[in-house]
């Protein structure tokens, strides 16, 4: 195989407060290959102190429907991925963990993003007293078998969230 070469020039096409559309031109005289560059985002498996999950159900706009799954959120520019995770935690669910262990980047589309999704586990929740979750999310609380049965069945489909079960699954922490 040969070494890959880089990009001679990358535009950004267009640019929104989500997502900047890349044109990136590999070759003089080739049209620009196109990818999206997002911020990073954690995702985060959180264990009570019986192994009860801590999922949220929210409605999903790009789905046009509800979604099953795991408390996530951007990585806020100056925020570490462990930072991202126990603000995002909060904010969705109103617990606080004791303990937060980054299991690492995954890329979630090689082929059109650029980010990274950091697998998170959190252990030692607390519910903090006079928090609620973020208005539109639904906490929903599961035993591990339970969600690994919502997986099987697809109920529990998104395949990012999916990912950082089975990454957890693979160290010994489920």
């Known amino acids: 195989m040969s070494e890959a070469k880089g990009p001679i020039r990358t535009e950004v096409a267009y ?3 989500w ?3 890349l044109a990136k031109t590999m070759d003089a005289g080739d049209e ?5 560059r997002l911020p990073d985002y954690a995702a985060i498996l959180a264990l009570t102190a019986d192994r009860r999950v801590i999922c949220v159900r929210q409605y999903r706009p790009a789905l046009e429907g509800y979604t099953l799954e795991l408390p996530s959120g951007i990585v806020d520019p100056g925020e570490t991925p462990a930072e991202s995770a126990r603000r ?6 109103a617990y606080d963990s004791g303990e937060l262990e980054v299991l690492g980047p995954m890329y979630p589309d090689t082929g059109r993003l650029c980010n990274q999704i950091w697998a998170c586990v959190a252990t030692g929740l607390r519910r903090v007293e006079g928090r609620q979750p973020e208005e539109g999310i639904e906490v929903v609380e599961m035993g591990v078998e339970e969600l690994l049965r919502q997986t099987r069945e697809g109920i529990f489909n998104h395949a990012l969230h999916v990912a950082v079960i089975l990454m957890a699954q693979l160290r010994g922490l489920l």
């Open 19 to 21: 997502f900047d559309l």
């Open 88 to 93: 995002e935690l909060m904010e969705e669910t």
């Open 15 to 17: 640019r929104t407060p």
């Open 32 to 36: 620009p290959y196109y990818s999206l």
